[in-house]
């Protein structure tokens, strides 16, 4: 299956950091989704992308879609403890248009 | 509103067994989709409806039908359950196909 990785894996900082993440695929993507998921709960939608080299903003997110269309990178500034979770990428794949798929996903600890 | 209900939110079957889990959205979305998430795992779409009416395979459909009873509900069917179907299962509705998706609060199926 496709795969879009996510890195890092995983994150430990303390709060009042800024994190950056990212997302990259072999394949190119239309849209890019940025969602995040609390233990036990289902992903809620962050930012949403649509074209190459997008710049969004949600608060102390930002999130650009890369010019290649193969990646996408989010930015969480002066971060809290409920920042805590996973951060996923996803989005449709450009090819099929019939196909979605989820990231690995990035853990987050914030350290207080 | 309640956006993305689910029904029901922990399940137990013994392999073999049949059940379906439920989904509703109010929010007059068109498309809906399930997707199953493995421990430390992101989503895999297991199929989706476009619309009303429509139906499509996801990433791992194999071992699940679906149903899109109106535009409001779509219900996922396990027909003989199996041990690798353990996992928990998300329903999710978005306005355009693939476009922002707003997902339940899962269902958190064991087979034994």
């Known amino acids: 299956g496709q795969q879009l990785n996510q890195s890092p894996q995983s994150m430990f900082i303390q709060e009042g950091e800024d994190v950056s993440m990212n997302c990259t695929s072999s394949?190119?993507?239309?849209?890019w989704l940025w969602y995040k998921q609390d233990p036990g709960e289902g992903p809620v939608l962050l930012i949403a992308?649509?074209?190459?080299?997008e710049l969004t903003s949600n608060g102390r997110l930002t999130a650009q879609f890369g010019i290649t269309r193969k990646d996408s990178f989010l930015n969480i500034s002066a971060s809290i403890p409920s920042d805590v979770g996973i951060y996923f990428c996803?989005?449709?794949?450009?090819?099929?248009?019939?196909?979605?798929?989820f990231g690995t996903g990035t853990s987050l600890t914030v350290i207080p | 509103n309640a956006g993305v209900t689910q029904t029901p939110k922990f399940q137990v079957l013994k392999t073999g067994q049949s059940m379906t889990l439920q989904c509703a959205q109010d929010?007059?979305?068109?498309?809906m989709y399930w997707y199953r998430q493995d421990p430390g795992m992101g989503l895999r779409l297991i199929y989706y409806?476009?619309?009303?009416?429509?139906?499509d395979k996801g990433e791992v459909p194999n071992g699940y039908n679906v149903s899109r009873l109106n535009k409001r509900e779509f219900s996922l069917r396990l027909e003989s359950a199996a041990p690798s179907q353990t996992s928990v299962y998300f329903c999710?509705?978005?306005?355009?196909?693939?476009?922002?998706?707003?997902f339940g609060p899962g269902t958190r199926l064991t087979v034994t």
């Open positions: 999710a509705s978005s306005l355009r196909l693939f476009y922002e998706q707003y």
């Open positions: 394949s190119i993507f239309n849209t």
């Open positions: 992308l649509y074209k190459a080299g």
């Open positions: 996803a989005g449709p794949l450009s090819n099929t248009g019939n196909q979605f798929y």
């Open positions: 929010m007059n979305h068109n498309s």
């Open positions: 409806s476009a619309s009303e009416g429509t139906t």
